[in-house]
């Protein structure tokens, strides 16, 4: 009983954090720390991927009818709109899906309960938000350079603590780019790669861990009901240019967990 509350504690938390600019992975890796999760690190990702997917199919019920018209312009053949707004995607996928593919081993070992971490990439989420919110100029479409740029942010946000929402919905409004529309690639930018993720995991067997399905099921159940929530919620805030809140939870957290950390060293 005390492994599917776990599961479901996991599971709101992905599924409120994945969206909201506070860091999923990372408040993922302190839920475990708080609750004296004990499991290896490959059980540990087992689940996070688990999530992720969650919340990727709450993108997918959010963002349905863009998806629906990306693929019809898809099958029409026909350069427009639709089709540059995929291709950008794809664009911004590579810069994260190289760091996936050359340090998988290396990125397991960084979802392994490194709280200090957690805590100094959050302060650097804070910061970024802080800036976000005074970017003045934000008007312009998604280009070409504007996505490999947002694409380098996506694979920083690799690191827990770092905010992948937080970090390429920033890293948009930074570069002048319509807030609204800033949300919306950055949420649709992630899908593929999760995708992608499951994929690979499942080729290399990667789910052959001792977590119970009963586990992964509620935590799943959990993180996408609860994402489709907190995506809703914030486009809203993005467009309100209310990221500044988040910058002082992300330093709050951030301060508790080092006094913590150092209380223990001392």
């Known amino acids: 009983m005390l492994d599917i509350l776990r599961a479901l504690i996991l599971g709101i938390v992905q599924g409120l954090t994945e969206f909201l600019p506070v860091s999923s992975s990372g408040h993922l890796e302190l839920t475990k720390w708080i609750s004296g999760d004990q499991s290896l690190a490959a059980d540990s990702m ?30 029409r053949f026909q350069w427009n709109e639709g089709t540059k707004f995929s291709a950008l995607i794809v664009v911004s996928m590579i810069p994260a899906a190289v760091v996936g593919v050359l340090y998988d081993d290396l990125l397991t070992t960084l979802f392994d309960r490194q709280v200090v971490l957690v805590a100094l990439m959050l302060i650097v989420t804070g910061l970024l938000l802080f800036l976000a919110d005074r970017a003045r100029h934000t008007e312009k479409r998604v280009g070409w350079k504007d996505a490999i740029l947002i694409g380098i942010a996506q694979a920083i946000a690799i690191l827990p603590g770092i905010s992948r929402s937080g970090a390429t919905i920033s890293t948009s409004v930074l570069l002048g780019i319509d807030r609204e529309k800033s949300a919306r690639f950055s949420f649709l930018m992630v ?3 999760i995708l992608g993720k499951i994929a690979k995991d499942l080729l290399d067997g990667e789910f052959s861990h001792t977590t119970s399905t009963a586990e992964l099921t509620v935590g799943f159940l959990a993180a996408f009901f609860t994402g489709i929530g907190a995506c809703m919620w914030m486009i809203k805030l993005v467009k309100k240019a209310e990221l500044k809140y988040f910058a002082y939870y992300c330093f709050a957290v951030a301060a508790v967990v080092l006094f913590v950390r150092l209380l223990h060293l001392a």
């Open 46 to 75: 087992l689940m996070t991927v688990t999530l992720h997917a969650a919340t990727a199919l709450a993108t997918i019920v959010v963002f349905r009818k863009d998806i629906a018209e990306i693929l019809a312009d898809l099958f």
């Open 191 to 193: 899908v593929p790669l």
